[in-house]
């Protein structure tokens, strides 16, 4: 590698042993340039050979240099030598030869010549590399063969053979070029006096080469050249060089020739003028070779020159470099003749004269500088001149020409005195203004001069400026600034002051001031007292007038006495109040602003500091409470006043003790043992004594029961001063929990955590049932039910036979493994009795024996199931095993029924339900509608048996109902009412909240015996979320609704009753911040804000102090704004003011007007905003307008919304039977002033056949003809909703936790986070109808004139097809959803087609959903003109009711070219198989003798009184033949029937319709031109018309009723729903 670095970058080149190295496959080489400019070089050799070894050079060369060097390399093999070239060598130089070996190793290198070995000479030296050096070469001495002899082997070399050949350079013999002078000739030779032959010989001058035509000849010889001039002139100075060269090198010789010239002038001097005192310059240039010199001489006077002098130089006079002579300041001695004389030697000297006349400009020569004037006196000011006539004067005051024709107060006279002018000028009189520069100007043909005179005009001086620096409330210290003095030194002041009431009469005087003073102390004033100020200042001329007055108001003193009448009053466990009276009012010292209370802990341990709070003064007597304290504690408290100067002394400490509080640890070491199967013994020790909080009352201990079921006991407790108790009577071999307490007087304390505990195994009780079959005729099955009560782990059982006839004295004994519940005993006797009992067996022996049955064997076996039947408790979700055994001969037929009301029905096989080969029902993954009495029934030919079994599932709670009782500053009581408890006691509950502007919950485990909750230690002033949930042995249920509550406090706010500014001077400001209130949260931080008015760029200054601030640094007179902002965890305060400060003299100053500079700028951000402020509020606008499209367009959507969360909030039960008993299970509550609905649409993808994921289709596709292989089509329905800001929404899923339990989910907003519940539902309609699950709707359309009432019927089911809600998916089943989904989608459905039919509003109206406190609350009216208006109050709670309203007039169009259902009549029995929710008022309002449904419960009875009273203004129509549709009024039986609420329709007078129940059947007759039947829908809807579209809302559909009259009120029409 070799590395060179150089500018401009060098290039590296290569060479071995003085040759090129070839680029070759084993030479390669790159160069390449690093950061800091150095050039990089490699050189690789690959596979290296003896020939690659030698010398390596590197040379780097750039366009300034080269550099180099070199390195050898040995290459290990066979030495040899490099073939040498012959050497030329130069006489008298170095030379240098290489013997180059390669090959490695060798012994020495040697040189010869003529034989011998070298070095033989002085001038010979042989380095160790092999190099001979030859110093000094001679041509006859080291011209010829030289052999370098490598000894490569002891006795073995080789050697190599150079031929040296010397060169003789030439020599040049010195020559000389003689003076010359122009015009003479000139001969120079150059002879060569040694050197090798041919000698080529050259002239150079200055470096060029000598052309031609020049008036010099050059003649050359073999070795010599001369140089040759004919006539020497200027042109030919300059250096000659004589070049010779050979072979052997280049030499040369120099020579310098000059040429004389004799001076001459090139400017010759002419008479000139000079000004006097000016410069002048006497021309005079001469050039020459040498130069010439020149010398200038004077004769004075201005006749015939009679003597010249040489002229001294001096600072005054100088000769330029040109030869002229300089006069730097011309004197009147200057005039005369002068001559300038050069010489160089070269010929003879030439001289010139000329004549210098002196001119005298006008000049100033007599003037005073100074001078003093009394003001209001007569003054004269006087300046003489002189020099060539005429000669003007001009007087100046400052910079402004005075002319007294102007101003008569200035007079000017001029008068002539020989060679001089006197000018006078007089002022009359003296002013102030006149203490400043006079100035005389003398001006002439040749100048002008000016002389100033500077007049001080003396008076009694100005008044000071006062400044008040400082105001204490018994002094003040003044500072004082002298303006004007008068032109006389100040001599002393006085000061003045007086009450500010009291005239100057009354006035105290500090005289005779130093006037080396400027500040002082006025002292012994009275505290919050005004003074008026005023100062005078004192010169040799006089007093001065009195400074412009001044106000102060000396300040408040620190209160003198302390508060009175100090108690102490503890509130609670953590407070206490203080009450107390204003200082004394002569010991105040002004207005007390508030007062500091100082309280500290007097119980053992404590440090004694006081902690200090403050309050402000709002009266005579005042009150606080101390918050926070410690539980049971004695403190001590003192107070002190305060106003704006300080506090005052403090009161006289008095103690008070804060109240008992309940102990906030358990007892510690608890440990529980088991003693015998009842009996258990408890221990613990005392809770430390800092968290007793009181004085303790003793232990309560809590313990409750754990049974195998997951269920809990009833819990118990006891009460004890001891720290042991021993618990009786307790379960045998019972797990128990067991957690204990302390109490004080205040109450119960911190529990321990729960300990575990198991009473010990005892013998069992009796199997809890017991049953014998005959099986056969010599054989018995008897079973049994496990013991009630085992007392332990049951290992066997043991069954007794005894026959009473047989004479065996002691029955026979058999024993089973404890899992089987039946043994079979054979070998008995036909017609032979026998007594069967059985007895189970613990480790501690055999418990009672069971009943004792009588059997007999049969020869024939009839069906017996050995089962029991009874109620079977299990968890949901779980596999639960009914089991129904049987025996018989032949084998018995098992069946299983399922009560429903007053039928029941066969349990099908699927794959939720499984009966086994032994008769045993599974019911997988069971939930809540699984619950009720399953029938099994075995038969056989000889008879049949049946057992009952009452399935119970458990389920997680009902969601509680969460209110907020109590609010304070940092606590939030909350109470609740919980829900159903799912069939499980409430273990607890999970308490979660949070900040509302976080999505951080904090979970807090209740007790479940809890029905209130203080949250404690909570930020002051802040809004905090918190939800509730309930939790039993099955799970957690699901969560309340998220409530809002915020704790005590505001964001600071100032007092506009407090003044702010407190003190304001030139430079400073002082603030009182004590107007800020905190809000009732201790403030954290105030920001002030301040900057001058027109300035951009605000002084920020922030403090935590709430009582003085300083604003420094300010400038004098100017008005400044302050905005100031406190915080505290309630929110920050703003507040904005003006001020100014003082001027120098402690003036205020004006209100400001806005300067132009402001208003520019003011008109360029205007500029700037206007569009920027247009464009967001166009988008705003936008932004609105879609909005409000939106939510009109999804304002139908939220009605259906409304109407599934009623729906869901049923007891799962059908609406389709009757419910017997009061309604049980959890009921809805919706905070209804807080709901906000939304519901979003979303598209569908269409598919053909079972598909889940189906398209939204309308009922016009519902008709179209299908894939034949394909019966059925999908509609999917959305129902995300989105909890706003204003509060939680209803959920879309069930509220039973057995149907379809929806977690919440958290969602990050940009503001306030809510959760967002999504469910999506498929409907199906099938070309074949169902019987089961159908929807009846019941249309009134345009009938006959006949009365006669058309009716449509279509049947839809619906399963659930999607679940987006993932956060209990392990808890939620598809199928036991579906059933409640489906009554959802069906009554959807319902108003989706009657929104179709009739383009009717479809809306909830009023809706009354309780809990147990039956409290109501309504959603209120829609502002549509049709839909009712006011609704009375329903009697009883639980109920939701909506309507489909008719279209408004303007909507009557659409109503054009609209399918027609399909009419047809409907029988009585159709309605019996209405949901509740679609019975409409025909069903309800006239009672019929024939009545074909079952009898109506009380509770849907009183349903179905509330729905008559809104049937009133239902719109009944009947189809004519061949007549238009007309409005009628509604029937006269409605108006009878309901006297107490009758709504009277608009429309024509016209008969009342016959009933509906008479009505003859009627085919159909459209009102519009015959359209067939079926393809009546299809044909009349848009095709663009779809269901769950982005833009198309769920309900909006472009159909609507047919053949409907164009007048108002025809064919319009409103349905009434009842929801329970």
Known sequence: MCAAKGAPPPTVTWALDDEPIPRDSGHRSNQYTMSDGTTVSHMNVSSPQIKDGGVYRCTARNSVGSAEYQARINVRGPPSIRAMKNITAVAGRDTFINCRVIGYPYYSIKWYKDSLLLPDNHRQVVFENGTLKLMDVQKGMDEGEYLCSVLIQPQLSISQSVHVTVKVPPLIQPFEFPPASIGQLLYIPCVVSSGDMPIHITWRKDGHVILSGSGVTIESKEFMSSLQISSVSLKHNGNYTCIASNDAATVSRERQLIVRVPPRFVVQPNNQDGIYGKAGVLNCSVDGYPPPKVMWKHAKGSGNPQQYHPIPLTGRIQILPNSSLLIRHVLEEDIGYYLCQASNGVGTDIS?????????????????????????????????????????????????????????????????????????????????????????HAINSYGEDRGLIQLTVQEPPDPPELEIREVKARSMNLRWTQRFDGNSIITGFDIEYKNKSDSWDFKQSTRNISPTINQANIVDLHPASVYSIRMYSFNKIGRSEPSKELTISTEEAAPDGPPMDVTLQPITSQSIQVTWKAPKKELQNGVIRGYQIGYRENSPGSNGQYSIVEMKATGDSEVYTLDNLKKFAQYGVVVQAFNRAGTGPSSSEINATTLEDVPSQPPENVRAISITSDVAVISWSEPPRSTLNGVLKGYRVIFWSLYMDGEWGEMQNITTTRERVELRGMEKFTNYSVQVLAYTQAGDGVRSSVLYIQTKEDIPGPPAGIKAVPSSASSVVVSWLPPAKPNGIIRKYTIFCSSPGSGQPAPSEYETSPDQLFYRIAHLNRGQQYLLWVAAVTSAGRGNISEKVTIEPAGKAPAKIISFGGTVTTPWMKDVRLPCNSVGEPVPAIKWTKDSEDSAIPVTVDGHRLIQANGTLVLRSVKAEDSGYYTCTATNTWGFDTIIINLLVQVPPDQPRLTVSKTSASSITLAWIPGDNGGSSIRGFVLQYSVDNSEEWKDVFISSSERSFKLESLKCGTWYKVKLAAKNSVGAGRISEIIEAKTHGREPSFSKDQHLFTHINSTHARLNLQGWSSGGCPITAIVLEYRPKGNWVWQSLRTNSSSEVFLTELREATWYELRMKACNSAGCGNET?????????????????????????????????????????????????????????????????????????????????????????????????????????????????????????????????????????????????????????????????????????????????RNRYSSQWTLTKCQASTPARTLTSDWRTVGSQHGITVTESDSYS???????????????????????????????????????????????????????????????????????????????????????????????????????????????????????????????????????????????????????????????????????????????????TLPQRTLPMPGPAGPAPAPAASAAPAPPVPAEPPVPAGAAAEARVPTHSKVGGSRDSLLEMSTSGVGRSQKQGAGAYSKSYTLV
């Open 352 to 440: 010139k004269s000329m004549f210098l006349t002196v001119k005298i400009p006008a000049m100033i020569t007599s003037h005073p500088n100074t001078t003093i004037a009394i003001k209001g006196q007569t003054k004269e000011l006087n300046c003489t001149a002189r020099g060539e006539r005429p000669i003007i004067i001009r007087w100046e005051k400052g910079d402004t020409v005075i002319d007294p024709d102007r101003n008569m107060r200035y007079a000017i006279t001029t008068k002539d005195n020989g060679d001089e002018v006197i000018s006078t000028l007089k002022l009359k009189p003296a002013d102030r203004g006149d203490s400043v520069f006079f100035s005389c």
């Open 1137 to 1313: 003011a003006q001020f100014a400060t003082l001027d120098y003299d402690g003036s205020t100053i004006p209100p400001i007007k806005s300067a132009q500079g402001e208003g520019d700028d003011v008109k360029k951000l205007f500029t700037i905003a206007c569009p920027v402020i247009l464009a967001t509020l166009g988008v705003a606008l936008l932004f609105i307008i879609r909005k409000k499209r939106k939510e009109k367009r999804l304002k139908r959507l939220r009605d259906a919304k409304s109407l599934a969360e009623m729906l869901i909030s049923k007891n799962n039960r059908s609406f389709d039977t009757p419910v017997k008993g009061p309604p049980q299970g959890p009921r809805l509550h919706i905070d209804i002033p807080r709901v906000q609905l939304l519901i979003e649409d979303k598209e569908g993808i269409k598919q053909l056949g079972d598909d889940k994921a189906t398209i939204p289709v309308t009922d016009t596709e519902f008709s179209q003809a299908v894939n034949p292989q394909s019966f059925c089509t999908g509609v999917s329905l959305h129902h995300p909703a989105l909890i706003q800001n204003t509060g939680p929404l209803i959920d879309m899923s069930d509220i039973r936790p057995g149907t379809n339990p929806v977690s919440r989910k958290s969602v990050k907003s940009a503001h306030s986070t």
């Open 1358 to 1536: 619906a399963s659930l097809s999607q679940d987006t809600d993932k956060g209990r998916n392990s808890m939620v089943s598809t199928e036991s959803a579906s059933s409640t989904y489906e009554e959802l989608a069906r009554a959807y459905e319902h108003a989706k087609l009657e929104e179709q039919l009739q383009h009717a509003k479809f809306e909830i109206t009023e809706c009354f959903i309780s809990d147990s406190s039956s409290d109501q609350m309504t959603t209120g009216t829609t502002d549509n003109a049709d839909s009712m208006t006011s609704m009375s109050t329903p009697s009883e709670p639980g109920i939701c009711r909506f309507t489909a309203s008719p279209p408004k007039p303007q909507d009557s169009e659409r109503g054009k070219g609209v399918a027609v259902p399909i009419p047809h009549r409907a029988s009585k029995s159709d309605y019996c198989n209405l949901p509740l929710y679609v019975k409409s008022e025909a069903f309800f309002r006239k009672p019929d003798a024939h009545e074909p449904c079952p009898v109506v419960p009380p509770r849907e009875a009183s349903i179905r009184n509330l729905a008559r009273a809104y049937h009133a203004q239902a719109r009944h129509m009947t189809l004519e033949p061949g007549a238009k549709p007309l409005g009628l009024p509604p029937p006269a039986s409605a108006a009878t």
